[in-house]
């Protein structure tokens, strides 16, 4: 059974940084494309970030410069680190690989 299991979330000032990490276990493959969802109250789910398999990377251009997706030694991992962070940033953080999702792990960015 495949399980995404996102960590890292919680409460950071404005202008901090804080590192989300992802593992993807239960899969007799290696994932390729991985990605950070993020999704606000009252808002809709949007894509954060995206790495692939030769590790071609995609950002929402809000968190451009600011936010960087990289997978672990063990490729079975992504990590988002993510600075200057600002409260529009405040949302829960959830991992993707094809249709699985992990529970996602809450960012709050308040002073």
């Known amino acids: 059974q495949v399980q995404l299991v996102e960590s890292g979330g919680g409460l950071v000032q404005p202008g901090g940084s804080l590192r989300l990490s992802c593992v993807v276990s239960g899969s007799a493959y290696s994932p390729s494309v991985l990605g950070w969802y993020r999704q606000a109250p009252g808002k809709q789910r949007e894509q954060v970030a995206r790495i692939d398999g030769n590790d071609n990377t995609y950002y929402l251009d809000s968190v451009k410069g600011r936010f960087t997706i990289s997978r672990g030694n063990a490729k079975n991992t992504v990590d988002l680190q993510m600075n200057s962070v600002k409260p529009e940033d405040t949302a829960t953080y959830s991992c993707?690989?094809?249709?699985?999702w992990g529970q996602g792990t809450q960012v709050i960015v308040s002073s």
């Open positions: 993707n690989w094809l249709h699985y």
